[in-house]
Each structure stands twice: as C-alpha cells, then as structure tokens.
C-alpha cells in the first residue's frame, strides 16, 4: 500500500512545477508585449 502523504508530497511538487512554468510564460509574454 503506498502511503497517501507521499502521492499528495509529488502532487503538490508537481503543481508548483506547472504554476512556475505558467509564471515564466506570463512575464515572457508581459515583457515582449512591452517592447
């Protein structure tokens, strides 16, 4: 039996991959909409 902390600990790593990812294209766009 896998240990439910364990799923939700690489969920949440996961999660805060994909929001970092989300911000770096916002300020990518932000800044080239700038220019």
Known sequence: MK???F???A???EINQIR???IVKEQFK???ADV
């Open 3 to 5: 240990q439910p902390i």
């Open 7 to 9: 799923i939700l600990g």
């Open 11 to 13: 969920l949440k790593e």
């Open 20 to 22: 970092k990812l989300m």
């Open 30 to 32: 932000a800044r080239h």
